[in-house]
């Protein structure tokens, strides 16, 4: 049978359709000859990961993905080609992750190989996104974000208070204090060079000071360690000792005994010691003003004259009266 022209036309376009649809599914990552297994993971977001990208397992590509749909619960649906006959299990988890820093996606299954339920086709993995490189760095970016927009913001207000503080009188009164102070400095420095001709001339002076200074101290250092050899607690016993005496003799005297005790406490006492103070003093005045009544020398034998008080006698007696 002879094909006609048409038929061969006909058939060659039908073939490069199909050739175009399995080439353009095969860009799109899907082949549809392929008999791989087909497993759902249903996510918050998605973003960065496209249609064919790579899914992982233990490091290992096991599949891809073949394309993801909104549900009406506004989440993600995506449908994952396995190629690999790993067996994986119904527990096993599917987590979204950065495959680079620049942001792109890749699906990593963490198996659980005690599980012995196996997945089958069609059925859902649990779900689980981790923040790639690029997601972390927005994240902790948003509140350095608004922490350096606050900071512009202050800086603002204090450039724009300084500027207002800095007004032309007080740009010529601090131009005029920078002045003084290069004065202050100058002044300061030419002190500070008389004061090293100072030291320089008197260099000899101070040596000998330090020398004396020296001799002090090494005269204190052994006056310290005779003072650390004498014994001194023996010597502060041997006082609290004495003092002891000193406050039991005082509280003697105080509770009236002894003679010094009893003079003090006994009033009988002191006016006897008070007459007989007197009446000695009465009698060393009369010794005084009439001696011959007590030493007689005379040779003609003179009669001895009555005894007379003495003024000062009467003068104390008739006080003592009135």
Same mark, same amino acid.
């Not at 989440?75 to 080609?81: G, M």
């Given at each position: 049978?002879?094909?006609?022209?048409?038929?061969?036309?006909?058939?060659?376009?039908?073939?490069?359709?199909?050739?175009?649809?399995?080439?353009?599914?095969?860009?799109?990552?899907?082949?549809?000859?392929?008999?791989?297994?087909?497993?759902?993971?249903?996510?918050?977001?998605?973003?960065?990961?496209?249609?064919?990208?790579?899914?992982?397992?233990?490091?290992?590509?096991?599949?891809?993905?073949?394309?993801?749909?909104?549900?009406?619960?506004?989440?993600?649906?995506?449908?994952?080609?396995?190629?690999?006959?790993?067996?994986?299990?119904?527990?096993?988890?599917?987590?979204?992750?950065?495959?680079?820093?620049?942001?792109?996606?890749?699906?990593?299954?963490?198996?659980?190989?005690?599980?012995?339920?196996?997945?089958?086709?069609?059925?859902?993995?649990?779900?689980?996104?981790?923040?790639?490189?690029?997601?972390?760095?927005?994240?902790?970016?948003?509140?350095?974000?608004?922490?350096?927009?606050?900071?512009?913001?202050?800086?603002?207000?204090?450039?724009?208070?300084?500027?207002?503080?800095?007004?032309?009188?007080?740009?010529?009164?601090?131009?005029?204090?920078?002045?003084?102070?290069?004065?202050?400095?100058?002044?300061?420095?030419?002190?500070? #060079?008389? +004061? &090293?001709?100072? $030291?320089?001339?008197? /260099?000899? =002076?101070?040596?000998?000071?330090? !020398?004396?200074?020296? *001799?002090?101290?090494?005269?204190?250092?052994?006056?310290?360690?005779?003072?650390?050899?004498?014994?001194?607690?023996?010597?502060?016993?041997?006082?609290?000792?004495?003092?002891?005496?000193?406050?039991?003799?005082?509280?003697?005297?105080?509770?009236?005994?002894?003679?010094?005790?009893?003079?003090?406490?006994?009033?009988?006492?002191?006016?006897?010691?008070?007459?007989?103070?007197?009446?000695?003093?009465?009698?060393?005045?009369?010794?005084?003003?009439?001696?011959? #009544?007590? +030493? &007689?020398?005379? $040779?003609?034998?003179? /009669?001895? =004259?009555?005894?007379?008080?003495? !003024?000062?006698?009467? *003068?104390?007696?008739?006080?003592?009266?009135?």
């Amino acid at each position: 049978m002879k094909l006609t022209k048409e038929i061969k036309t006909a058939i060659l376009v039908i073939t490069s359709i199909l050739l175009f649809i399995w080439g353009y599914n095969f860009l799109k990552g899907k082949n549809l000859f392929d008999s791989s297994k087909k497993i759902y993971v249903i996510y918050d977001s998605v973003e960065g990961l496209e249609p064919a990208s790579s899914v992982k397992l233990k490091g290992v590509n096991v599949g891809r993905v073949n394309s993801y749909h909104f549900l009406d619960n506004k989440k993600v649906q995506v449908e994952l080609a396995i190629t690999s006959d790993y067996p994986i299990s119904k527990s096993s988890v599917a987590e979204l992750s950065g495959s680079s820093p620049l942001g792109g996606k890749e699906i990593i299954i963490f198996p659980n190989d005690d599980d012995p339920n196996l997945i089958q086709s069609g059925e859902f993995l649990q779900a689980r996104s981790k923040l790639g490189l690029t997601d972390a760095l927005a994240e902790q970016m948003v509140p350095l974000k608004d922490k350096i927009e606050k900071l512009l913001d202050n800086a603002n207000v204090l450039f724009t208070n300084f500027n207002e503080v800095f007004d032309q009188n007080t740009k010529a009164n601090l131009k005029s204090s920078i002045s003084e102070l290069n004065k202050t400095m100058k002044e300061f420095s030419g002190i500070s #060079r008389n +004061v &090293n001709s100072l $030291l320089a001339e008197n /260099k000899t =002076k101070l040596n000998h000071s330090f !020398e004396n200074l020296d *001799k002090t101290t090494a005269n204190f250092a052994i006056m310290s360690d005779s003072l650390a050899q004498a014994n001194l607690g023996q010597t502060v016993k041997n006082l609290e000792k004495t003092l002891a005496s000193v406050d039991k003799i005082m509280k003697g005297i105080e509770s009236g005994k002894g003679t010094i005790g009893k003079l003090m406490k006994d009033d009988a006492m002191y006016t006897n010691f008070t007459k007989a103070s007197k009446e000695l003093e009465l009698l060393l005045q009369d010794l005084r003003l009439h001696p011959t #009544r007590y +030493v &007689n020398v005379s $040779l003609f034998g003179k /009669k001895e =004259k009555p005894y007379v008080a003495p !003024e000062t006698n009467k *003068k104390s007696e008739n006080s003592e009266q009135k």
